[in-house]
């Protein structure tokens, strides 16, 4: 990566009901960003599927909000470039080698779910669209009703751990400069960036996928950011959405 990239500007907010909520409503108003928005404490946070995200006092709850004319398929990579922003800010306060991605945007540490990401968008009324990225991430403390096993930055951590202020501001310097890398190089380069830290390649798998369950070995990305799935059979799966889950857990 070569030269600074600005990053985009912060609002912070005491209280929100959800940061994506308040993107999509600065959106709809015409906003175009970039712009990060912060929420101190968001009462109504969501997660992937529709899913409560507990954001906990002390954790981070933000969303870049930012336009882009890129095809809608090609704009959801985004999702990648976070996912390594946020391994960067994880990687400036516990040893790298504990933080790791699994398909398709969570990142982890001590492999235990410590951050989640959701990518929303909408049409602009003059053309192309508008993107909100949330990211969730437990700088503080793990949630207490989790529905999967998490974990948090303290676990790792004797020093007390950075303030969402504080994360904030690494996680949108880290974000810009991946943001840069896939503007200047296409997707390609997110993807091998995103391979070296990626969580349970060349390792048995199962994939729930809403219609069906598929059993198998991760093979790697794709060019466009799906997942390949090696079947006992020999074949070939694409994945492009869903829950992917190793070690047996579920």
């Known amino acids: 990566m070569t030269g600074a990239v600005s990053p985009a500007p912060v609002v912070v907010l005491d209280e929100i009901d959800s940061t994506n909520a308040e993107a999509r409503r600065r959106a709809e108003a015409g906003e175009a960003g970039p712009v990060w928005i912060v929420g101190l404490r968001q009462t109504a946070g969501r997660g992937r599927r529709g899913r409560a995200w507990e954001t906990g006092e002390g954790n981070l709850a933000a969303t870049l909000l930012f336009s882009t004319d890129k095809p809608p398929a090609q704009a959801a990579q985004v999702s990648f470039v976070a996912a390594l922003a946020v391994a960067d800010l994880l990687a400036a306060y516990v040893p790298a080698s504990l933080?790791?991605?699994?398909?398709?945007?969570?990142?982890?540490?001590?492999?235990?779910?410590?951050?989640?990401?959701?990518?929303?968008?909408?049409?602009?009324?003059?053309?192309?669209?508008?993107?909100?990225?949330?990211?969730?991430?437990?700088?503080?403390?793990k949630p207490i009703d989790s529905e999967r096993p998490a974990t948090a930055i303290p676990?790792?951590?004797?020093?007390?751990?950075?303030?969402?202020?504080?994360?904030?501001?690494?996680?949108?310097?880290?974000?810009?400069?991946?943001n840069d890398v896939w503007?200047?190089?296409?997707?390609p380069a997110i993807a091998d960036a995103w391979t070296a830290r990626a969580h349970g390649l060349g390792e048995p798998c199962v994939a729930r996928l809403g219609t069906e369950?598929?059993?198998?070995?991760?093979?790697?990305?794709?060019?466009d950011?799906?997942?390949?799935?090696?079947l006992a059979d020999g074949q070939l799966r694409r994945i492009t959405a869903g829950d992917v889950f190793f070690g047996g857990a579920s």
Request: proline letters at 8%.
């Open 225 to 230: 950011g799906a997942l390949r799935l090696r």
């Open 155 to 178: 676990t790792y951590r004797a020093a007390p751990p950075p303030s969402p202020i504080e994360a904030i501001e690494v996680l949108a310097a880290a974000f810009a400069r991946w």
């Open 99 to 141: 933080v790791s991605l699994k398909w398709p945007n969570d990142p982890l540490l001590g492999g235990l779910k410590v951050s989640g990401i959701l990518v929303e968008s909408g049409a602009r009324p003059n053309g192309g669209l508008w993107i909100a990225v949330g990211i969730g991430v437990n700088l503080a403390r």
């Open 213 to 223: 369950t598929l059993e198998g070995i991760a093979e790697g990305l794709d060019g």
């Open 183 to 187: 503007l200047r190089l296409g997707f």
